[in-house]
């Protein structure tokens, strides 16, 4: 059938506004981070660190809703709060990946023009505030998302895990129950201990109060970012149809490093469903390059976080 959106040249990112008008907004994401024009939140915008807690069981099921993959998850007993989320409560929904045709390229945001070879999110919705994901994601404070970026380098122990299982879901709509544990939070590239029991893990970010005192940082590259633990946060939206601006994002500083074989899985999966005819001209209807290109920043605030 016709495909209402996707990455192509006929119906890519610049084309998505004809039929949904939200990805014309003021407040869309990616965006490109410029590390120099970062503000330090010397307002201590939260006092609160940013702590997230995933049980090791909740990964459920992976997807390819043919734009991806992607892995749904039990929200009982998971959370995102603090920071910037304040005191509110995010559960996760859902994770998942955005990649290129080659490492060099893949992630949404970029960091000062460069793009790394990819960018895990970890979506989360307000229970604090909605009752479903459907009705947070139209609200303006209804999503969290945690992005990673990957850089090409070592294999990931972690996202192995779901490496081995893509093959299952080579094709559009392909569904598979997740058996294992696969565990969100050691895709996040923070280093330090585990606390609390052992069938889940829990870590934090200290709070923005760390950095009070120092304002906006200067205008130099001399202190090397990927050195922080800490994160990147701004108001955005989805980053796909129908591009709702309802997301608060955070990125981590920090990448988490991937082999290129392991992108090289992600770049097997199909677009279109399993007995249908392969496009054989579109790139063998293989997933690639599945990012938006950064928009404005416009008016926003990008704030840093962290410790
Ligand atoms: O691309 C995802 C999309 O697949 C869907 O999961 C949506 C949430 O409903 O989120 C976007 S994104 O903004 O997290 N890239
Ligand atoms: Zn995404």
Redesign the pocket.
């Known amino acids: 059938g016709i495909k209402e959106w996707d990455y192509s040249n006929q119906n890519g990112p610049s084309t998505w506004v004809d039929k949904f008008p939200m990805a014309a907004g003021s407040r869309q994401?990616p965006v490109n981070i410029e590390t120099g024009r970062v503000e330090t939140d010397h307002e201590a915008l939260s006092s609160k660190p940013l702590r997230w807690k995933y049980p090791a069981t909740a990964s459920r099921a992976i997807v390819n809703?043919g734009?991806?993959w992607?892995v749904d998850t039990d929200g009982d007993g998971t959370y995102l709060t603090g920071g910037p989320l304040m005191d509110d409560v995010y559960k996760l929904?859902?994770y998942?990946c955005?990649w290129g045709c080659s490492d060099s390229r893949g992630s949404?945001h970029t960091v000062d023009g460069q793009a790394f070879a990819g960018e895990l999110?970890l979506?989360h919705w307000n229970t604090t505030k909605y009752k479903t994901?459907a009705e947070a994601?139209k609200a303006p404070d209804g999503?969290a998302?945690l992005g990673v970026f990957l850089k090409a380098g070592k294999a990931h122990e972690e996202l192995e895990k779901i490496a081995r299982l893509l093959p299952y879901v080579s094709h559009k709509d392909d569904n598979l129950p997740i058996n294992e544990s696969i565990d969100p939070s050691k895709l996040l590239p923070v280093r330090g201990g585990r606390a609390g029991n052992s069938s889940a893990s829990q870590n934090c970010i200290n709070p923005c109060m760390r950095w009070a005192g120092r304002i906006i940082r200067p205008d130099n590259k001399s202190r090397d970012w990927q050195d922080d633990n800490g994160y990147w946060t701004y108001l955005g939206?989805?980053?796909?149809p129908p591009c709702n601006e309802s997301?608060t994002w955070i990125l981590f500083k920090r990448y988490i490093e991937v082999s290129h074989h392991q992108l090289n899985v992600f770049r097997n999966l199909r677009k279109f469903p399993r007995g249908e005819e392969c496009p054989c001209h579109e790139n063998h209807g293989v997933v690639i390059n599945n990012f938006r290109p950064p928009l404005p920043l416009g008016n926003r605030v990008l704030r840093e976080c962290g410790s």
């Open positions: 994401s809703p734009y991806c992607r929904e859902q998942h955005h949404e999110h979506v994901f994601a999503l998302v939206s989805l980053t796909t997301v």
